[in-house]
């Protein structure tokens, strides 16, 4: 369960006070994985919360990956987005490449990867909603970047704001600027991990509740506008 602020894998800039190097100093046993990714079957954002499988053995880091890639690993987000959906279900269906100006962003490019993701609304306040997430593909930053496609990006999503609060008009917008400051990231969380046991085979169901850094953006945006 990764808390948010918290990097992944060393990377040029930020090599040390990694999830993998807190694992390998706690003498955690990793398999090989990619250069300098030891363990790691997927990945999260530094700013997202949540859940993660990491693989101690190689034949089991080999065969959660190719569970991930047959799309037998169910991975389930939560986020809140500005704005209404049209309809729940949404699914989001666009080929996913870096940004060729700037390498830090993916876009929405024809000559990206594929990628999917189901947006399902479980609550609609007066300006975003809390939305749950599921992943038919793992591409880099593929649901900020689907839901900032749509016109419904991330609450707190400091690189695909699509404007933030400011895309809120009329009375809510007051409320929408409070929700925004108290969101102190991008409001995305991997709440659900669903995947069988590499060795015995058997059904593994994980869940992480809600993270206490965005409960009061949380709040906000289900309590009364004022």
């Not at 990956?65 to 049209?86: F, N, P």
């Not at 038919?136 to 690189?159: A, C, F, K, N, Y």
Request: net charge positive.
């Amino acid at each position: 369960d990764k808390p948010a602020g918290l990097v992944v894998h060393p990377a040029p800039g930020h090599w040390n006070d990694t999830l993998v190097n807190a694992l390998l100093a706690r003498g955690t046993q990793l398999s090989e994985g990619s250069a300098g990714r030891p363990g790691l079957v997927h990945r999260l954002d530094r700013d997202t919360s949540g859940l993660m499988v990491v693989g101690k053995k190689d034949l089991s880091h080999r065969k959660l990956a190719h569970a991930i890639a047959q799309r037998r690993v169910k991975r389930t987000y939560a986020a809140l987005a500005w704005g209404h959906l049209d309809a729940s279900p949404t699914v989001m269906e666009a080929r996913i490449a870096r940004h060729p100006q700037d390498r830090k962003r993916m876009w929405i490019s024809d000559l990206g990867r594929p990628s999917r993701t189901d947006a399902f609304v479980i609550a609609r306040f007066g300006s975003c909603e809390l939305l749950r997430l599921e992943l038919h593909s793992g591409r880099t930053h593929q649901i900020r970047v689907h839901l900032e496609s749509i016109g419904h990006p991330v609450v707190g999503d400091p690189i695909y704001a699509g404007g933030g609060s400011r895309r809120i008009q009329g009375s809510a917008r007051a409320l929408a600027d409070r929700i925004e400051r108290a969101t102190p990231r991008q409001a995305l969380h991997a709440a659900g991990l669903a995947f069988r046991h590499p060795e015995s085979g058997q059904p593994m169901h994980f869940r992480a509740e809600s993270p206490a850094d965005l409960e009061a953006a949380l709040r906000l945006a289900a309590g009364p506008e004022v």
